[in-house]
Protein backbone atom coordinates (compact mmCIF):
# COMPACT_ATOMS: atom_id res chain seq x y z
CA UNK A 1 0.00 0.00 0.00
CA UNK A 2 1.06 3.50 -0.26
CA UNK A 3 0.51 6.14 2.29
CA UNK A 4 0.27 9.70 1.10
CA UNK A 5 0.68 13.14 2.89
CA UNK A 6 -0.56 14.90 0.70
CA UNK A 7 0.08 19.11 0.26
CA UNK A 8 -0.29 22.24 1.94
CA UNK A 9 0.61 22.09 5.07
CA UNK A 10 4.09 23.60 7.17
CA UNK A 11 6.68 21.36 5.61
CA UNK A 12 8.89 21.57 9.16
CA UNK A 13 8.24 17.43 10.12
CA UNK A 14 6.93 14.51 9.44
CA UNK A 15 3.20 14.09 9.36
CA UNK A 16 3.20 12.32 12.41
CA UNK A 17 -0.45 10.34 11.88
CA UNK A 18 1.60 8.35 8.88
CA UNK A 19 4.19 7.66 11.15
CA UNK A 20 1.96 6.06 13.63
CA UNK A 21 0.47 3.72 10.77
CA UNK A 22 3.66 2.76 9.64
CA UNK A 23 4.45 1.82 13.04
CA UNK A 24 1.27 -0.67 12.90
CA UNK A 25 2.16 -1.79 9.17
CA UNK A 26 5.82 -2.55 10.52
CA UNK A 27 4.28 -4.42 13.68
CA UNK A 28 2.26 -6.25 11.40
CA UNK A 29 4.83 -7.23 8.85
CA UNK A 30 2.63 -5.18 6.55
CA UNK A 31 4.85 -4.00 3.53
CA UNK A 32 3.85 -0.10 2.27
CA UNK A 33 5.51 2.90 0.53
CA UNK A 34 5.28 6.69 2.19
CA UNK A 35 5.17 9.89 -0.22
CA UNK A 36 5.25 12.63 1.74
CA UNK A 37 3.71 15.01 -1.43
CA UNK A 38 3.49 18.14 0.73
CA UNK A 39 7.36 18.41 0.98
CA UNK A 40 8.08 17.13 -2.20
CA UNK A 41 5.37 18.77 -4.63
CA UNK A 42 6.18 21.94 -2.19
CA UNK A 43 10.20 21.59 -3.00
CA UNK A 44 9.30 21.01 -7.02
CA UNK A 45 7.37 24.10 -7.52
CA UNK A 46 10.56 26.36 -6.12
CA UNK A 47 12.61 24.36 -8.38
CA UNK A 48 10.46 25.06 -11.43
CA UNK A 49 11.52 28.37 -13.53
CA UNK A 50 8.95 31.10 -12.35
CA UNK A 51 7.33 33.24 -15.40
CA UNK A 52 7.07 36.26 -13.75
CA UNK A 53 10.55 38.21 -13.77
CA UNK A 54 9.70 41.47 -11.33
CA UNK A 55 12.82 42.55 -9.07
CA UNK A 56 11.63 40.54 -6.30
CA UNK A 57 10.91 36.62 -7.98
CA UNK A 58 14.58 37.15 -9.86
CA UNK A 59 16.40 38.37 -6.67
CA UNK A 60 14.49 34.90 -4.49
CA UNK A 61 15.65 32.46 -7.95
CA UNK A 62 18.77 33.73 -7.24
CA UNK A 63 18.52 33.11 -3.16
CA UNK A 64 16.68 29.79 -3.60
CA UNK A 65 19.39 27.32 -3.16
CA UNK A 66 21.00 29.38 -0.26
CA UNK A 67 17.77 30.42 1.46
CA UNK A 68 17.02 26.11 0.93
CA UNK A 69 20.26 25.54 2.82
CA UNK A 70 19.78 28.74 5.65
CA UNK A 71 16.79 27.23 6.52
CA UNK A 72 17.75 23.32 6.77
CA UNK A 73 21.01 24.09 8.87
CA UNK A 74 21.13 26.49 12.21
CA UNK A 75 21.75 29.44 9.92
CA UNK A 76 18.54 31.13 9.41
CA UNK A 77 17.78 30.57 12.89
CA UNK A 78 20.59 32.27 14.86
CA UNK A 79 19.48 35.58 12.08
CA UNK A 80 15.87 37.05 12.51
CA UNK A 81 16.50 39.25 9.43
CA UNK A 82 17.89 36.32 6.69
CA UNK A 83 14.97 33.99 8.15
CA UNK A 84 12.20 36.46 7.54
CA UNK A 85 13.76 36.98 4.15
CA UNK A 86 13.91 33.22 3.47
CA UNK A 87 10.28 32.72 4.28
CA UNK A 88 9.27 35.50 2.48
CA UNK A 89 11.24 34.74 -0.97
CA UNK A 90 10.26 31.19 -0.81
CA UNK A 91 6.29 31.99 -0.64
CA UNK A 92 6.97 34.83 -3.28
CA UNK A 93 8.56 31.97 -5.45
CA UNK A 94 5.49 29.36 -4.22
CA UNK A 95 3.15 31.92 -5.32
CA UNK A 96 4.31 32.69 -8.55
CA UNK A 97 4.85 28.94 -9.56
CA UNK A 98 0.93 28.65 -9.24
CA UNK A 99 0.19 31.87 -10.76
CA UNK A 100 -1.57 30.40 -13.71
CA UNK A 101 -3.61 28.63 -11.91
CA UNK A 102 -6.66 30.34 -9.67
CA UNK A 103 -4.51 29.52 -6.31
CA UNK A 104 -2.65 31.44 -3.81
CA UNK A 105 -0.37 29.32 -2.51
CA UNK A 106 2.57 29.33 0.39
CA UNK A 107 4.46 27.09 2.70
CA UNK A 108 1.47 26.64 4.63
CA UNK A 109 -1.33 28.54 1.77
CA UNK A 110 -3.78 27.38 -0.23
CA UNK A 111 -6.22 29.25 -1.21
CA UNK A 112 -8.48 28.73 -4.87
CA UNK A 113 -10.04 31.75 -5.97
CA UNK A 114 -12.96 29.57 -7.05
CA UNK A 115 -12.92 26.31 -4.45
CA UNK A 116 -13.81 26.15 -1.23
CA UNK A 117 -12.38 23.45 0.88
CA UNK A 118 -15.68 23.60 3.42
CA UNK A 119 -17.66 23.09 0.32
CA UNK A 120 -18.50 18.91 -0.82
CA UNK A 121 -18.94 19.99 -4.24
CA UNK A 122 -16.19 22.14 -4.36
CA UNK A 123 -13.99 18.98 -3.80
CA UNK A 124 -15.43 16.98 -6.11
CA UNK A 125 -14.57 19.50 -8.80
CA UNK A 126 -10.84 19.50 -7.62
CA UNK A 127 -11.33 15.74 -8.34
CA UNK A 128 -12.78 16.09 -11.74
CA UNK A 129 -10.23 18.70 -13.05
CA UNK A 130 -6.58 17.26 -11.15
CA UNK A 131 -4.91 19.57 -14.13
CA UNK A 132 -6.34 22.89 -12.64
CA UNK A 133 -4.36 22.10 -9.37
CA UNK A 134 -0.45 23.51 -9.57
CA UNK A 135 1.10 20.73 -7.93
CA UNK A 136 -0.57 18.54 -11.30
CA UNK A 137 2.66 18.00 -12.67
CA UNK A 138 4.83 16.83 -9.63
CA UNK A 139 1.66 14.36 -8.47
CA UNK A 140 1.15 12.74 -12.15
CA UNK A 141 4.75 12.01 -12.64
CA UNK A 142 5.42 10.93 -9.27
CA UNK A 143 2.09 8.76 -8.96
CA UNK A 144 2.67 7.33 -12.40
CA UNK A 145 6.00 6.17 -11.31
CA UNK A 146 4.83 4.97 -8.43
CA UNK A 147 1.91 2.62 -9.38
CA UNK A 148 4.35 1.92 -12.92
CA UNK A 149 5.33 -1.34 -11.39
CA UNK A 150 2.71 -2.75 -9.54
CA UNK A 151 -1.15 -1.73 -8.30
CA UNK A 152 -1.11 -1.33 -4.19
CA UNK A 153 -4.15 -2.51 -2.94
CA UNK A 154 -5.12 0.50 -0.46
CA UNK A 155 -3.92 3.93 -1.39
CA UNK A 156 -4.40 5.74 1.84
CA UNK A 157 -4.23 9.90 2.13
CA UNK A 158 -4.14 11.38 5.58
CA UNK A 159 -5.98 14.79 5.63
CA UNK A 160 -5.64 17.10 8.19
CA UNK A 161 -5.87 20.86 7.54
CA UNK A 162 -8.20 22.45 5.11
CA UNK A 163 -4.91 23.85 3.20
CA UNK A 164 -4.58 19.96 2.24
CA UNK A 165 -8.12 19.34 1.22
CA UNK A 166 -8.19 20.68 -2.62
CA UNK A 167 -5.28 18.94 -3.62
CA UNK A 168 -6.49 15.15 -1.69
CA UNK A 169 -8.93 15.62 -3.74
CA UNK A 170 -7.04 16.64 -7.07
CA UNK A 171 -4.68 13.98 -6.42
CA UNK A 172 -7.76 11.32 -5.51
CA UNK A 173 -9.53 12.43 -8.78
CA UNK A 174 -6.55 11.16 -10.67
CA UNK A 175 -5.83 8.21 -9.49
CA UNK A 176 -9.92 7.43 -9.86
CA UNK A 177 -9.53 8.21 -13.21
CA UNK A 178 -6.24 6.75 -14.35
CA UNK A 179 -6.00 3.72 -11.84
CA UNK A 180 -9.57 3.05 -11.81
CA UNK A 181 -8.80 -0.17 -10.03
CA UNK A 182 -7.02 1.20 -6.96
CA UNK A 183 -8.88 1.15 -3.28
CA UNK A 184 -8.76 4.40 -1.77
CA UNK A 185 -8.72 5.18 1.65
CA UNK A 186 -9.13 8.79 3.13
CA UNK A 187 -8.75 9.96 7.01
CA UNK A 188 -6.91 12.29 9.01
CA UNK A 189 -7.58 15.15 11.50
CA UNK A 190 -10.08 17.01 8.96
CA UNK A 191 -11.89 13.73 7.75
CA UNK A 192 -12.31 12.89 11.52
CA UNK A 193 -13.84 16.39 12.05
CA UNK A 194 -16.18 15.76 9.33
CA UNK A 195 -17.52 12.49 10.30
CA UNK A 196 -17.91 13.67 13.50
CA UNK A 197 -21.06 15.72 13.28
CA UNK A 198 -23.89 14.41 13.56
CA UNK A 199 -25.80 15.29 10.76
CA UNK A 200 -22.66 13.92 8.72
CA UNK A 201 -23.85 12.36 5.13
CA UNK A 202 -20.85 11.03 3.11
CA UNK A 203 -20.94 13.14 0.12
CA UNK A 204 -17.22 11.22 -1.34
CA UNK A 205 -19.28 7.25 -2.08
CA UNK A 206 -18.58 7.77 -5.49
CA UNK A 207 -15.29 8.53 -5.03
CA UNK A 208 -13.81 7.36 -2.15
CA UNK A 209 -13.70 3.84 -1.18
CA UNK A 210 -13.37 3.66 2.61
CA UNK A 211 -13.39 7.22 4.64
CA UNK A 212 -11.49 6.47 8.41
CA UNK A 213 -12.35 8.49 11.51
CA UNK A 214 -9.96 9.16 14.53
CA UNK A 215 -7.10 6.90 14.88
CA UNK A 216 -6.49 5.45 11.62
CA UNK A 217 -4.43 2.06 12.43
CA UNK A 218 -6.97 -0.61 13.24
CA UNK A 219 -9.26 0.64 9.89
CA UNK A 220 -6.36 0.16 7.77
CA UNK A 221 -5.17 -3.05 9.07
CA UNK A 222 -8.44 -4.30 8.94
CA UNK A 223 -9.28 -2.83 5.29
CA UNK A 224 -6.01 -5.44 4.65
CA UNK A 225 -7.15 -8.06 6.08
CA UNK A 226 -4.77 -8.19 8.63
CA UNK A 227 -6.22 -8.92 12.53
CA UNK A 228 -4.48 -6.12 14.88
CA UNK A 229 -2.20 -7.16 17.29
CA UNK A 230 -3.89 -7.01 21.33
CA UNK A 231 -1.62 -4.25 21.98
CA UNK A 232 -2.60 -1.20 20.56
CA UNK A 233 -0.26 0.86 20.87
CA UNK A 234 2.27 0.85 18.33
CA UNK A 235 5.57 3.09 18.15
CA UNK A 236 5.59 5.95 15.35
CA UNK A 237 8.26 4.61 13.11
CA UNK A 238 10.05 7.47 10.71
CA UNK A 239 12.63 5.41 8.51
CA UNK A 240 10.27 5.59 5.33
CA UNK A 241 10.13 9.52 5.96
CA UNK A 242 12.62 12.29 4.79
CA UNK A 243 13.38 13.42 8.46
CA UNK A 244 16.19 15.39 7.88
CA UNK A 245 15.51 17.33 4.59
CA UNK A 246 12.37 18.93 6.32
CA UNK A 247 12.55 22.68 6.83
CA UNK A 248 14.30 22.53 10.22
CA UNK A 249 18.07 22.88 11.16
CA UNK A 250 17.72 18.93 11.89
CA UNK A 251 15.20 16.16 12.33
CA UNK A 252 12.30 17.33 14.50
CA UNK A 253 9.86 14.26 15.64
CA UNK A 254 6.37 14.47 16.40
CA UNK A 255 5.03 12.35 18.94
CA UNK A 256 1.57 12.09 20.46
CA UNK A 257 0.77 10.15 23.81
CA UNK A 258 -2.36 11.02 24.00
CA UNK A 259 -5.80 11.82 21.96
CA UNK A 260 -8.40 13.75 23.17
CA UNK A 261 -8.07 15.77 26.72
CA UNK A 262 -7.57 15.01 30.25
CA UNK A 263 -9.59 18.01 31.07
CA UNK A 264 -12.27 18.09 28.68
CA UNK A 265 -14.14 20.79 30.18
CA UNK A 266 -13.56 23.87 28.42
CA UNK A 267 -16.89 25.04 27.10
CA UNK A 268 -16.94 25.48 23.00
CA UNK A 269 -13.91 23.25 22.64
CA UNK A 270 -13.61 21.56 18.93
CA UNK A 271 -12.21 18.57 21.30
CA UNK A 272 -15.09 18.08 23.63
CA UNK A 273 -17.68 18.97 20.60
CA UNK A 274 -16.62 15.81 18.24
CA UNK A 275 -16.82 13.98 21.63
CA UNK A 276 -13.46 12.46 21.17
CA UNK A 277 -12.45 10.23 24.37
CA UNK A 278 -9.38 10.71 26.20
CA UNK A 279 -7.12 7.41 25.34
CA UNK A 280 -3.72 8.08 26.56
CA UNK A 281 -0.37 5.59 26.12
CA UNK A 282 1.24 4.52 29.94
CA UNK A 283 3.88 7.43 30.70
CA UNK A 284 6.69 5.04 31.00
CA UNK A 285 6.04 3.30 27.41
CA UNK A 286 6.32 7.16 25.97
CA UNK A 287 9.25 7.65 28.24
CA UNK A 288 10.79 4.55 26.74
CA UNK A 289 9.72 5.49 22.97
CA UNK A 290 10.80 8.67 23.14
CA UNK A 291 13.97 7.47 23.97
CA UNK A 292 14.42 4.61 21.61
CA UNK A 293 13.34 7.20 18.99
CA UNK A 294 16.26 10.17 19.99
CA UNK A 295 18.45 7.32 20.37
CA UNK A 296 17.61 6.59 16.35
CA UNK A 297 17.00 9.54 14.42
CA UNK A 298 19.00 11.96 16.73
CA UNK A 299 16.08 14.92 16.68
CA UNK A 300 16.91 18.45 17.11
CA UNK A 301 13.72 18.56 19.00
CA UNK A 302 10.47 16.79 19.88
CA UNK A 303 7.26 17.97 19.78
CA UNK A 304 4.30 16.52 22.15
CA UNK A 305 1.25 17.12 19.91
CA UNK A 306 -1.01 16.66 22.71
CA UNK A 307 -3.92 18.62 23.37
CA UNK A 308 -2.78 18.99 26.74
CA UNK A 309 0.43 17.19 28.32
CA UNK A 310 -0.77 15.81 31.48
CA UNK A 311 1.24 16.48 34.84
CA UNK A 312 1.86 12.77 35.10
CA UNK A 313 3.67 12.59 32.03
CA UNK A 314 5.36 15.96 32.67
CA UNK A 315 7.01 14.19 36.04
CA UNK A 316 7.68 10.78 34.18
CA UNK A 317 10.53 12.83 31.27
CA UNK A 318 11.46 14.65 34.07
CA UNK A 319 12.64 11.08 35.68
CA UNK A 320 13.71 10.01 32.40
CA UNK A 321 14.53 12.97 30.14
CA UNK A 322 14.56 12.01 26.71
CA UNK A 323 17.65 13.51 25.86
CA UNK A 324 16.62 16.11 23.41
CA UNK A 325 15.10 19.24 23.41
CA UNK A 326 11.49 19.02 23.80
CA UNK A 327 8.12 21.12 23.59
CA UNK A 328 4.52 20.81 23.45
CA UNK A 329 0.88 22.11 24.62
CA UNK A 330 0.03 22.13 28.52
CA UNK A 331 -2.56 23.38 31.02
CA UNK A 332 -1.70 26.31 33.23
CA UNK A 333 -1.75 23.90 36.47
CA UNK A 334 -0.85 24.21 39.91
CA UNK A 335 2.02 22.15 38.91
CA UNK A 336 3.78 25.01 37.07
CA UNK A 337 3.53 27.51 40.48
CA UNK A 338 6.58 25.33 42.23
CA UNK A 339 9.81 26.38 40.50
CA UNK A 340 11.32 23.05 41.39
CA UNK A 341 8.89 21.27 38.95
CA UNK A 342 9.48 24.03 36.40
CA UNK A 343 13.30 23.70 37.06
CA UNK A 344 13.32 20.00 36.53
CA UNK A 345 11.25 20.42 33.53
CA UNK A 346 13.90 22.71 31.96
CA UNK A 347 16.42 19.90 33.24
CA UNK A 348 14.76 17.41 31.25
CA UNK A 349 14.94 19.54 27.84
CA UNK A 350 11.24 21.51 27.81
CA UNK A 351 12.44 24.44 25.79
CA UNK A 352 9.03 25.79 25.31
CA UNK A 353 5.69 25.50 26.61
CA UNK A 354 2.65 25.99 24.70
CA UNK A 355 -0.46 27.48 27.30
CA UNK A 356 -4.09 28.08 26.07
CA UNK A 357 -4.60 30.89 28.48
CA UNK A 358 -7.63 32.28 26.02
CA UNK A 359 -8.10 35.26 28.42
CA UNK A 360 -6.73 37.35 31.27
CA UNK A 361 -10.31 37.70 32.89
CA UNK A 362 -11.12 35.60 35.79
CA UNK A 363 -15.04 35.77 35.06
CA UNK A 364 -14.17 34.84 31.29
CA UNK A 365 -12.06 31.82 32.38
CA UNK A 366 -14.85 30.33 35.45
CA UNK A 367 -17.33 31.03 32.56
CA UNK A 368 -15.88 28.88 29.74
CA UNK A 369 -14.31 26.43 33.03
CA UNK A 370 -10.72 26.52 31.78
CA UNK A 371 -9.99 25.50 35.50
CA UNK A 372 -7.23 28.59 35.08
CA UNK A 373 -6.35 30.74 38.22
CA UNK A 374 -4.86 34.26 37.23
CA UNK A 375 -3.15 34.47 39.90
CA UNK A 376 -1.60 30.59 39.59
CA UNK A 377 -1.25 31.36 35.70
CA UNK A 378 0.78 34.77 36.92
CA UNK A 379 2.88 32.68 39.13
CA UNK A 380 3.43 29.66 36.62
CA UNK A 381 4.42 32.60 33.98
CA UNK A 382 7.49 33.76 36.46
CA UNK A 383 8.69 30.72 37.05
CA UNK A 384 8.92 29.38 33.87
CA UNK A 385 10.73 32.13 33.08
CA UNK A 386 12.90 31.91 36.01
CA UNK A 387 13.98 28.37 34.59
CA UNK A 388 14.33 29.42 31.25
CA UNK A 389 11.44 27.57 29.50
CA UNK A 390 9.87 30.24 26.77
CA UNK A 391 5.98 30.70 26.83
CA UNK A 392 3.95 30.64 23.72
CA UNK A 393 0.68 32.00 25.31
CA UNK A 394 -2.42 31.66 23.06
CA UNK A 395 -5.28 34.08 23.73
CA UNK A 396 -8.86 33.94 22.00
CA UNK A 397 -10.95 36.60 21.78
CA UNK A 398 -14.75 37.49 21.20
CA UNK A 399 -15.76 33.90 22.98
CA UNK A 400 -19.32 34.26 24.01
CA UNK A 401 -18.63 35.35 28.19
CA UNK A 402 -16.00 38.28 26.54
CA UNK A 403 -16.68 41.54 26.15
CA UNK A 404 -14.59 45.01 25.70
CA UNK A 405 -13.97 45.25 29.25
CA UNK A 406 -13.22 41.45 29.75
CA UNK A 407 -10.41 41.69 27.28
CA UNK A 408 -9.06 45.17 28.13
CA UNK A 409 -8.03 43.17 31.36
CA UNK A 410 -6.06 40.19 29.01
CA UNK A 411 -4.44 43.29 27.49
CA UNK A 412 -3.27 44.47 30.80
CA UNK A 413 -2.32 40.77 32.15
CA UNK A 414 -0.50 41.03 29.16
CA UNK A 415 1.81 43.88 29.16
CA UNK A 416 2.06 43.19 33.17
CA UNK A 417 3.59 39.59 32.18
CA UNK A 418 5.50 41.33 28.85
CA UNK A 419 8.99 39.46 30.71
CA UNK A 420 7.36 36.33 31.13
CA UNK A 421 5.47 36.18 27.49
CA UNK A 422 7.84 35.02 24.80
CA UNK A 423 5.58 34.42 22.03
CA UNK A 424 1.67 35.24 21.43
CA UNK A 425 -1.38 33.81 18.99
CA UNK A 426 -4.19 36.08 18.93
CA UNK A 427 -7.38 34.20 17.59
CA UNK A 428 -10.85 35.35 17.59
CA UNK A 429 -13.32 32.31 18.65
CA UNK A 430 -14.79 30.15 15.85
CA UNK A 431 -17.97 28.51 17.92
CA UNK A 432 -17.85 24.88 16.72
CA UNK A 433 -20.87 24.07 14.50
CA UNK A 434 -21.91 20.98 16.90
CA UNK A 435 -21.67 20.75 20.91
CA UNK A 436 -23.86 21.18 23.89
CA UNK A 437 -23.30 24.44 24.39
CA UNK A 438 -24.26 25.49 20.33
CA UNK A 439 -27.88 24.48 21.03
CA UNK A 440 -28.61 27.53 23.24
CA UNK A 441 -26.52 30.42 21.43
CA UNK A 442 -28.28 32.09 18.13
CA UNK A 443 -26.46 30.37 15.32
CA UNK A 444 -26.23 31.57 11.52
CA UNK A 445 -24.22 29.64 8.54
CA UNK A 446 -20.84 31.04 9.07
CA UNK A 447 -19.03 30.11 5.98
CA UNK A 448 -21.09 28.88 2.49
CA UNK A 449 -20.09 24.83 2.88
CA UNK A 450 -21.81 21.69 4.16
CA UNK A 451 -18.60 20.62 5.60
CA UNK A 452 -17.88 24.15 7.55
CA UNK A 453 -17.04 23.28 11.20
CA UNK A 454 -18.44 26.62 12.74
CA UNK A 455 -21.05 28.69 12.59
CA UNK A 456 -21.54 32.17 13.27
CA UNK A 457 -23.63 33.02 16.17
CA UNK A 458 -24.88 36.16 17.67
CA UNK A 459 -22.64 37.58 20.47
CA UNK A 460 -24.68 37.68 23.83
CA UNK A 461 -22.94 41.68 24.43
CA UNK A 462 -23.24 42.56 20.78
CA UNK A 463 -19.30 42.09 20.64
CA UNK A 464 -19.34 41.30 16.40
CA UNK A 465 -16.07 39.92 14.96
CA UNK A 466 -15.56 43.25 13.35
CA UNK A 467 -15.34 44.86 16.23
CA UNK A 468 -13.38 42.24 18.15
CA UNK A 469 -11.19 42.65 14.65
CA UNK A 470 -11.03 46.51 15.40
CA UNK A 471 -9.86 46.05 19.23
CA UNK A 472 -7.54 43.74 18.18
CA UNK A 473 -5.44 45.62 15.26
CA UNK A 474 -6.42 49.78 16.84
CA UNK A 475 -5.80 48.36 20.45
CA UNK A 476 -4.32 45.50 21.55
CA UNK A 477 -1.84 44.71 19.17
CA UNK A 478 -0.56 48.74 19.16
CA UNK A 479 0.18 48.85 22.86
CA UNK A 480 4.31 48.79 22.20
CA UNK A 481 4.55 45.89 25.13
CA UNK A 482 2.30 43.43 23.08
CA UNK A 483 3.76 44.23 19.01
CA UNK A 484 7.20 43.88 20.24
CA UNK A 485 6.25 40.33 21.79
CA UNK A 486 4.59 39.65 18.36
CA UNK A 487 6.99 40.84 16.03
CA UNK A 488 9.18 37.85 17.54
CA UNK A 489 6.91 35.60 15.97
CA UNK A 490 8.52 33.57 13.22
CA UNK A 491 6.33 33.84 10.17
CA UNK A 492 4.52 31.42 8.44
CA UNK A 493 5.57 28.47 10.89
CA UNK A 494 5.23 30.48 14.35
CA UNK A 495 5.36 27.67 17.14
CA UNK A 496 6.60 25.21 14.79
CA UNK A 497 9.52 27.29 14.73
CA UNK A 498 9.78 29.29 17.78
CA UNK A 499 11.63 26.37 19.81
CA UNK A 500 14.79 27.34 17.62
CA UNK A 501 14.61 31.36 18.52
CA UNK A 502 14.82 30.27 21.96
CA UNK A 503 17.29 27.56 22.30
CA UNK A 504 20.84 28.17 23.72
CA UNK A 505 23.85 27.22 21.86
CA UNK A 506 24.34 24.32 24.28
CA UNK A 507 21.26 23.12 23.14
CA UNK A 508 21.81 23.46 19.50
CA UNK A 509 24.60 21.35 19.57
CA UNK A 510 22.57 17.97 20.69
S1 LIG B 1 -7.60 22.09 27.69
FE1 LIG B 1 -7.72 22.47 25.45
S2 LIG B 1 -8.24 20.50 24.52
FE2 LIG B 1 -8.66 20.34 26.72
S3 LIG B 1 -10.83 20.82 26.94
FE3 LIG B 1 -9.70 22.72 27.24
S4 LIG B 1 -9.57 23.69 25.19
FE4 LIG B 1 -10.17 21.53 24.93
Known amino acids: MILIYPPVAKPCEPPAGIAKLCGALNHHRVGYNVLDANLEGLLYLLSVPPAASDTWTRRAVRHLSRHLASLTCWTAYQDDGRYRRAIKDLNRLLDMAAKSTRVRLGLANYQDE?????????????????????????????????????????????????????????????????????????????????????????PFGSLVDHLVAGPGEAALLSLLGVSPSQDNHFRPNYDSLPVRDYFAPGPILPYSSSSGCYWNKCLFCPERAEGNSYQTIPADRVAEDLLHLVDKHKPVLIHLLDNAISPSLMNEICKHPPGA???????????????????????????????????GDQSVLDSLHKGINLEEASLALKNLRKAGISSYVYLLFGTPPEGLTEARRTLEFVVKHQDCVGFLNLAIFNMPIYGPEVRQMETRAFYDGDLSLYTSFDHPKGWSRQLIRQFLDKEFKRHPAIASILRRDPPVFTSNHAPFFVMDKEMTRI
Open 114 to 202: DLSPARSADLMRAAENPENNPFYPYFKKRLADYLKSEQPPIIGFSLNYLTQALCTFAMIGFLRREHPGVKLALGGGLVTSWMRNPRWKN
Open 325 to 359: PWYGFTRITRHLTDPDFCLALRQSGCVMLKLGLES
